[in-house]
């Protein structure tokens, strides 16, 4: 289990010359790390007297920020996995028709897993950019700058996440499924992006304002 | 040492409704991400027959990538001592007005450590994405999405880093010092979205010419 790895071995097996861990997990503890910094500037809220207007949302933001960081930490192993699937594919024989057949098959499904999951990761990223924009309005003006860091850090994973999507339908042979996997991630990336903004921009003006 | 701990034990930490580690650390980390990308895209480039002319370039990209790593990982830590530093002057006391002189100069002492260093982290992401520039161009094809996925993780590394460090500038008396250091991350920022876009640039037009 990568999650069970430490900063340093983790670090070190992404560097290493192999296919995977690559882009996606990276794009997947990207996540987790936004994902956990509002769960901080969200506890640094609840039950301060100066934020006790925005307790409930504050505790409904922390609640989806708890559950997204422990999916997108399963993530950073599971794209790993899926990943490998696409190499072993590539990797059986095909000598005879038969043994084509099944290795052909065998790729489209290892491909299809391997899109399927970084684009769980982009759509879990993209959950975590509008906590972060209600916590940039509602959070604990003290750790407003974390929720910026948590803004971009999410914005990264989401758009690695969706240029790992991007990378692997290529091998996908369903063209349907491939153009609304395009069309979705385009979105994701649009919405965001104008979601990062305003994260962003209430972050500056609320830190300029201490 | 935060660079021992497991990636679950880390996000647990994050999360915990402390100061630290904060934004800083999780910068740092983005920054560290990327710079593994880096490596391992050298290594998937190097002695491969079809990128011999681009060796000795891509062998230069791995050694300064491996370094800013190590860096970056130290600075995991650093910023989250950093951070405490400045907590722990804040509570230091202020009594008498000898007590509040050395409180003032603690205080003004921890918040300039709290400033170099998400700086560094800035610096040391910023420094990672001309490389991935010269990557995008010159890497193996089939891992340019992770050249992405780099570049997009050194960027918002550099901008939580600058995110910390303006939070921090509230605090420094010296306003010399304060606008050099203003002037120093607005220019960061400015030339590093236009590496990042280079980057993504060359990376979609490599992907879709596969």
């Given at each position: 289990?990568?999650?069970?790895?430490t900063?340093?071995?983790?670090?070190?097996?992404?560097?290493?010359?192999t296919?995977?861990?690559?882009g996606g997990?990276?794009?997947?503890?990207?996540?987790?790390?936004s994902?956990?910094?509002?769960?901080?500037?969200?506890?640094l809220?609840?039950?301060?007297?100066?934020y006790?207007?925005?307790?409930?949302?504050?505790?409904?933001?922390?609640?989806?920020?708890?559950?997204?960081?422990?999916?997108?930490?399963?993530?950073?192993?599971?794209?790993?996995?899926?990943?490998?699937?696409?190499?072993?594919?590539?990797?059986?024989?095909k000598?005879t028709?038969?043994?084509?057949?099944?290795?052909?098959?065998?790729?489209?499904?290892?491909?299809?897993?391997a899109?399927?999951?970084?684009?769980?990761?982009?759509?879990?990223c993209?959950?975590l950019?509008?906590?972060?924009?209600?916590l940039?309005?509602?959070?604990?003006?003290?750790?407003?700058?974390?929720?910026?860091?948590?803004a971009?850090?999410?914005?990264?994973?989401?758009?690695?996440?969706?240029?790992?999507?991007?990378v692997?339908?290529a091998?996908?042979a369903?063209?349907?499924?491939?153009?609304?996997?395009?069309?979705?991630?385009?979105?994701?990336?649009?919405?965001?992006?104008?979601?990062?903004?305003?994260?962003?921009?209430?972050?500056?003006?609320?830190?300029?304002?201490?």
């Amino acid at each position: 289990m990568l999650a069970q790895t430490t900063l340093e071995e983790f670090t070190d097996r992404l560097a290493a010359g192999t296919p995977t861990p690559g882009g996606g997990s990276a794009a997947a503890l990207s996540g987790a790390l936004s994902a956990a910094l509002l769960q901080m500037v969200s506890d640094l809220t609840i039950g301060r007297e100066a934020y006790e207007a925005h307790g409930e949302a504050v505790r409904s933001v922390r609640g989806k920020a708890a559950a997204l960081r422990k999916d997108l930490l399963a993530l950073v192993d599971r794209d790993a996995q899926a990943y490998d699937g696409v190499v072993q594919a590539r990797r059986l024989p095909k000598g005879t028709p038969g043994e084509k057949e099944a290795r052909a098959a065998a790729l489209a499904r290892a491909n299809l897993f391997a899109t399927e999951t970084p684009m769980a990761i982009a759509e879990h990223c993209a959950a975590l950019i509008p906590l972060a924009v209600e916590l940039a309005y509602k959070g604990n003006v003290n750790a407003v700058s974390d929720v910026g860091s948590a803004a971009l850090l999410a914005y990264a994973g989401l758009r690695a996440g969706v240029m790992n999507v991007r990378v692997n339908l290529a091998g996908i042979a369903d063209a349907d499924r491939a153009s609304r996997a395009r069309e979705r991630v385009r979105r994701l990336e649009v919405d965001a992006e104008k979601l990062r903004e305003e994260a962003l921009g209430a972050v500056f003006s609320r830190m300029s304002g201490r």
